[in-house]
């Protein structure tokens, strides 16, 4: 069983910058994969950017060159770095942890709201 707990979010400003803390707890040897999915209203949930234990790192098209995701794997923390913030970030942000061959393994934090409005 893993706990996710999230930080930060909130109010930002176009252009302007955010930063999402996520710590994981609970029973578990290591994670493969920890990330940050979204979800605006009447849409999908979606991937923002995951990275792995080793370092590897994925975004969505969309917040490449604005969004930076980095892993602390031995406080099994992980940081979104939102810059140049635009509007359509606005959504609740979701951070993940998950096996990739243990399909079980998937597990979800409480949410955080990011809205993005001057």
């Known amino acids: 069983q893993v706990q996710l707990v999230e930080s930060g979010g909130g109010l930002g400003q176009p252009g302007g910058s955010l930063r999402l803390s996520c710590a994981a707890s609970?029973?578990?040897?290591?994670?493969?994969?920890m990330g940050w999915y979204r979800q605006a209203p009447g849409k999908q949930r979606e991937l923002v950017a995951r990275?792995?234990?080793?370092?590897?790192?994925d975004y969505a098209d969309s917040v490449k060159g604005r969004f930076t995701i980095s892993r602390d794997v031995a406080k099994n923390t992980v940081t979104l770095q939102m810059n140049s913030l635009k509007p359509e970030d606005t959504a609740v942000y979701y951070c993940?942890?998950?096996?990739?061959?243990?399909?079980?393994?998937?597990?979800w934090g409480q949410g955080t709201q990011v809205t993005v409005s001057s």
């Open positions: 993940n942890a998950a096996s990739t061959w243990d399909y079980e393994f998937n597990y």
């Open positions: 990275v792995t234990s080793v370092g590897s790192t």
């Open positions: 609970g029973t578990f040897s290591s994670i493969d994969l």
